[in-house]
C-alpha cells in the first residue's frame, strides 16, 4: 500500500467510526436484552476497527495519525511492591481475574481497569484501580501480558494477552 492509498483507507475507517458512534448512541437507548445482544459484538468491532486496521496503517504512516489533542496524564504512580492486598484476596486471585478479561486483541487499559472494577464489586473485593494498575503492570513487566504505551496513563496505553 502506497501513502496515498493508506489516506484513503484511512479517511475510510474514520468515516465508519463515526457510524459505529451513532449505532452505538442508538444501541444505548434500547432495551437491556436488546443492548446486551449488540453491545458486545460492536465492542469488538471498535476495537478491531482501532487496534488493528488503524493500527496498522498509522505504523506504516505514522504521519497519519490524527494529532493527539490530550496531554497523556498518569493516573497511577502505585507500583505493585507497595500493594498490600487484603487479607480476602491472594495475587492469584487477582492475577486469575486479569486474565479473564484480556484477550489477544489490544484493549486500552482503562477498558480493562473499568472492567475489572466491576467484576471486584460483584465478587466484594475491596481491590480498587490503582491496585489493579499496579498488577497489570507488573504482568506486563514480568513478560505474562504484552502491553504498548505508559501503562500508568490508562486511556493511552493497551494491553492484551501474549500472543503465541
Given amino acids: 500500500m502506497d501513502r496515498m492509498q493508506a489516506a484513503d483507507i484511512a479517511k475510510h475507517l474514520h468515516d465508519a467510526a463515526a457510524a459505529i458512534d451513532r449505532a452505538s448512541a442508538v444501541i444505548l437507548t434500547l432495551e437491556q436484552q436488546d443492548r446486551a445482544a449488540l453491545a458486545d459484538p460492536l465492542g469488538d468491532i471498535v476495537s478491531a476497527l482501532h487496534f488493528e486496521l488503524l493500527r496498522a496503517v498509522y505504523n506504516r504512516y505514522p504521519d497519519l495519525r490524527p494529532p493527539s489533542d490530550e496531554e497523556p496524564a498518569i493516573d497511577s504512580h502505585l507500583r505493585w511492591e507497595n500493594v498490600v492486598l487484603p487479607r480476602s484476596v491472594s495475587e492469584a486471585d487477582l492475577d486469575q481475574l486479569i486474565f479473564s478479561v484480556l484477550d489477544p486483541n489490544w484493549r486500552k487499559t482503562a477498558r480493562i481497569?473499568?472492567?475489572?472494577?466491576i467484576r471486584c464489586k460483584a465478587l466484594a473485593w475491596p481491590v480498587d484501580a490503582q491496585m489493579l494498575s499496579a498488577r497489570i503492570q507488573a504482568l506486563a513487566e514480568a513478560g505474562s501480558i504484552e502491553s504498548a504505551?505508559?501503562?500508568?496513563?490508562?486511556r493511552h496505553s493497551e494491553v492484551r494477552l501474549r500472543s503465541r
Fill in 149 to 154: 504505551g505508559d501503562l500508568r496513563a490508562w
Fill in 113 to 117: 481497569i473499568s472492567d475489572l472494577l
